[in-house]
Every structure is written in C-alpha cells, then in structure tokens.
C-alpha cells in the first residue's frame, strides 16, 4: 500500500487518509493537522471527507473492528446470529471490540461475510464466529490467523468467451496499433460493445466522444468499485484477469490519446491491492507502460454512491464523492477537469478481447443487436452460487437452470437498484433492451416474500445516499420507515400512496441515479408486495 506512494497536493488526501486507517485503524487529530499542512485542505474539510466515508474513522475505534455485511443473502445465510454472537461479546468486553453492519462486501455466493479490520472472510458460521472470538481474546495479530479463513473462492461455475480469454500482454495492444485509432472505434461500433457496469451505454460513442473532446492530457478510469448487493464478478476479473483488464485500459489509452489511467478500487478489496500492483509493474518492465501512458491505483473508502462516474471522480479527485451536475460529461470533463473515459472492470475485458480476437469472433456470441457475453454474479436461493458467462440475450429462466435454481420465485436482477423479476416474467432476457443489469441476480424461492427484500434494500439506500439531494435524502428515510411498518403488518392504508408517490417523486426528482433507481426499485417491489399480499387475502378468503 505505500509502494511509491507519495502525498503531494490535495488530490492526495483520501489517498493518505486510506492509508492512516488501514495502518492505525482510525484517523488521529494530529495527523489530520499534518495531513492539512501538507495538502491545503483545511481540517474541517479532512473530518468532512473521514464522515462521509463509512470506512473511515476520525474517533478512536477498539482494536478489533468487524464489518458484517447485512445484504439480504447473507441474511438470508443466517448472519443475523453471527451478529447477534459478536455483539454479546463485545457488551461482555466493552472497548475490545467494535461491531459494524455494511451492505455488501463483494462476497454473496461465499456469506456470510464480513470485514475483519479491513480483511474479507466468507462463510462465516457460528463455529468460525467462535473461532475469531477466541483469537480476539488473545489479540492474536492478525497475520496469525489460519491464511485459509481469509481465503477467496472465485466459484467460477460457467466460463465463456471472456473468462477462458488470458491476453499476453501487449499483443491485443499491438494489434490495435497496426491501424488507427479510429479503425478500432469503428470496431467497437460493430461490435456493439455496450457498458458492462449496468447502463449499457455505447464503448464507441463514448470513446469517439472523449477523443474529440478538447485537452492535452486525456484520462482512462477503470471503475472497480462494484457495491451493488449482489454484485461479484468484477472481483473475480481483477483476481483472475488482471492482465485483460489492463490491456484493456492500455488499448483505451492508445486510442483516445490518453496520458494516465486510474483502476478505482473498492475497498473492500484492498487484499488484491497487492496483486493489482504488481501487475502493473510486471507492464511497466515489459515497456508496456511508460511515461505515456502509466496506471495508477485509487482505493475507495466505502461509499456505494462512488459507483456513479462523477462521484467516483471527485473521490479520485480525494474529495467526498458527490454526484456532479451533467453536463458537462467526464469524456469533455472528468478527472481534475480532463476529459476522461469510465468504463467497468468487465468493458476493459471485453475490448481486450475484441482486439485480440477480432470482430466476428466477438460477434458469434450474444444476439444481433447486443452481442456478446455478460458475467452474471448469482446468489441465493440456489445450489450452485458463482460466476456465470452466458451469451447477451439468454433468459433468466435458462441461468435458473444452470445454477440449479429450480425453486426460484423471483429474481432481483441488477442488484437492489434493480428490478425484480418474478417466475411468470423468467423468459425475460438480459439484453440492454429491456432488461439492463451490471451482473447481479440474487435468486428468491417461494418462501420468502417481496416485503423482505423492501425492507433490506430501503434500509440498503438510507445508509447509502449521500445526502446532498432532499428527494433522495428525506425518501430513502421515508421508505425505511414505511417498510418497518409493512414488516410490523401497522401499514395504514392512506400510507400505501404516499409510499408510491415518494418512489415517484425521487425517481422524477432525485439528482443521480441512486435516488432515481432507488425509487423505482422499491416502488417496484412495493407493487408486488401488495400483489401477493392480495392474493394471501384471497386464498384465506377462500379457505
Ligand atoms: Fe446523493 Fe441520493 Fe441525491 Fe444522488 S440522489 S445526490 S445519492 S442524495
């Protein structure tokens, strides 16, 4: 984590922040003062910047910090006893140990997961929970603890095209090179390469538009920052794929001109810190990075809103990530005002796979107008949790199917600001035309019912909006209310409309996306909720 690390001006200090946390577990006062001497930002912007983050801390924490992810699967996979285990411990010995609740750790098809002082560990049960305890009691430092309880799977249950593709480096690259920019724009445009990170928006047009933007010093950003509940497949990209992501990235560069490239990393993932590092110095010996064009890393600080590009940005930028107004877009004004291109972890796999592999290659998979593959990270209520590789355009009935998820009743496709797709609706298919997703499929069987996911998502966003709009920032809290009182069956009537038109309002009103989707998603839900709440009225009416 410090390897080359320097602090040089403001852009630097969550950078240095990241570090001061992960070193000392929290961030002290005096540090914040040297921290500010040496950046020009001012302490109280520093504390703003610590508060906003939920892995930050400006108080001292106990020694031992857990971060125990309450997304609905893991709950689902009984974390809710974990939980409850870690917290009687810690009222037994108070000061000892800290316990946290998180929405996601990037470890669905493995929970139930948690953080424990920044380290991911999955398949937690009430053994391994007893286990840790023991260990706490010691204070056992960490690098003395069994290496295969922090040990990540990567469940890649049905490879594809893009997960049986391991680029040499630099030869996607070269190939590139060998016509002009322009031509692989071209390509991009024929292969229909569409966003994986979720939108599906155009890889050419984006890429064109950042190549004409005005600027002598482009930017290439490498969003890795996957929070949405149920999302994993990036993790296993930059765990298995490192090299694809990079030529990616590397390929990008070349074509829109650009001098520097970011990977933007959640932190959650800090143990692949390492790993990542070193492959870009692997690049940089073979020649494959220089001056030109190099690559750096920028850790994230637990912030789901850092997703959307321009919150990501401004946190690159070392500040809160607050959503910026558009226009101007990143590709005319992005990183530190240069334009930039954003593409997930998964594009960057997939352009190093057109280059390398060609066009019709690319092509033969998928369906006409959205070629190609899409990894789908799937979780619950299934037999073989993983990552899966389908052709664009297959259906959720036929990833049922393959993930041995013959009970599902419903399907939360996209992640909590998704949509939920029940067993009537399974011939749907993901394709970026009626069904946009960044991967995620969290699998529900006929036991569980629509008003629990309302109740864990609307939770999800109240903790997750970044409080800049009212909209978002006054609903997700309403929401979280009206979804304790459908839980406790105190629901008034009169409250079902004012439910649904706070879902419009955000949706219509809300400044980024996470307000927006968070209103449909759970407006969505909500309609269901009251569906099957009909049809149990029914059915008692009847008996
Ligand atoms: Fe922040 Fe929510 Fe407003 Fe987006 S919609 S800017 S997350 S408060």
Redesign the pocket.
């Known amino acids: 984590l410090m390897d080359g690390y320097r602090i040089e001006g403001p852009g630097d200090v969550l950078q240095a922040l990241v570090r001061i946390q992960h070193f000392l577990g929290w961030v002290p006062p005096q540090l914040r003062k040297a921290l500010s001497e040496r950046t020009r930002v001012t302490e109280t912007k520093i504390r703003g910047i610590i508060d906003f983050y939920h892995l930050l801390d400006a108080e001292p924490t106990a020694p031992w910090v857990v971060h125990l992810s309450t997304n609905i699967t893991d709950m689902m996979l009984g974390q809710q006893t974990n939980i409850d285990r870690f917290n009687k411990y810690a009222k037994k010995n108070p000061g000892k140990i800290q316990v946290n609740e998180t929405s996601c750790t990037g470890l669905c098809e493995q929970g139930p997961a948690l953080l424990i002082n920044g380290f991911a560990m999955g398949r937690i049960n009430a053994q391994r929970v007893d286990d840790i305890l023991a260990l706490i009691s010691t204070d056992t430092p960490l690098d003395q603890w069994p290496a295969n309880w922090f040990e990540i799977s990567s469940n890649i249950r049905k490879p594809g095209p893009l997960l049986r593709h391991h680029v040499v480096a630099g030869e996607a690259l070269a190939k590139v090179k060998t016509a002009s920019p322009e031509d692989f724009i071209l390509k991009l445009d024929h292969a229909g390469l569409k966003g994986r990170g979720g939108a599906g928006f155009s890889t050419a047009f984006k890429w064109q538009a950042c190549r004409k933007a005005i600027g002598d010093h482009k930017v290439v950003a490498c969003n890795a920052d996957e929070g949405e509940p149920g999302t994993f497949k990036d993790r296993v990209l930059l765990d298995r794929h490192i090299e694809n992501v990079l030529e990616g990235m590397t390929i990008c560069g070349e074509v829109i001109g650009a001098k520097s490239g970011y990977i933007y990393l959640r932190k959650e993932y800090i143990y692949m810190y390492g790993h990542i590092n070193n492959a870009i110095k692997k690049r940089r010996e073979a020649g494959l990075l220089t001056e030109d064009f190099d690559i750096g890393i920028h850790m994230g600080a637990g912030a789901y ?1 850092c997703g ?1 590009e321009s ?1 990501m940005l401004d946190s690159m930028e070392g500040k809160r990530g ?2 910026r107004i558009k226009p101007p877009f990143p590709v005319d004004q992005g990183f530190l005002g240069r334009p930039t291109v954003v593409n997930n972890v998964e594009t960057f796999c997939n352009v190093a796979l057109l280059a390398d592999k060609g066009l019709d290659n690319f092509r033969s998979v998928g369906c006409s107008h959205t070629p190609g593959s899409k990894l789908h990270s799937i979780s619950g209520d299934c037999k073989h949790p993983g990552i899966y590789e389908f052709p664009l355009c297959t259906s959720i009935a036929e990833m049922m199917k393959a993930c041995g998820g013959k009970e599902a009743a419903m399907v939360q496709v996209g992640g909590a600001a998704g949509r939920l797709i029940t067993e009537n609706r399974f011939d749907t298919a993901i394709d970026f035309r009626r069904l946009y997703s960044a991967g995620s499929m969290m699998v529900f069987n006929s036991d569980r019912q629509p008003k629990d996911l309302l109740h864990n998502f609307s939770h999800f966003f109240v903790h ?10 006054g609903g ?1 809290q309403m929401l979280a209310a009206y979804s304790d009182q459908v839980m406790n069956g105190t629901l008034q009537k009169q409250d079902e409309k004012t439910l649904l038109d706070t879902c419009k309002l ?1 949706m219509t009103t ?7 989707t ?1 209103g449909q998603s759970i407006g969505q839900i909500f309609h269901h909720h009251l569906k099957a709440q009909k049809a149990e009225n029914q059915e008692m009416a009847h008996e």
């Open positions: 809103v959307e919150s607050i959503p997750e909006s970044c409080g800049f709009c009212t909209p978002c920032r997700c955000m809300s400044h980024c996306g996470l307000g927006k968070a």
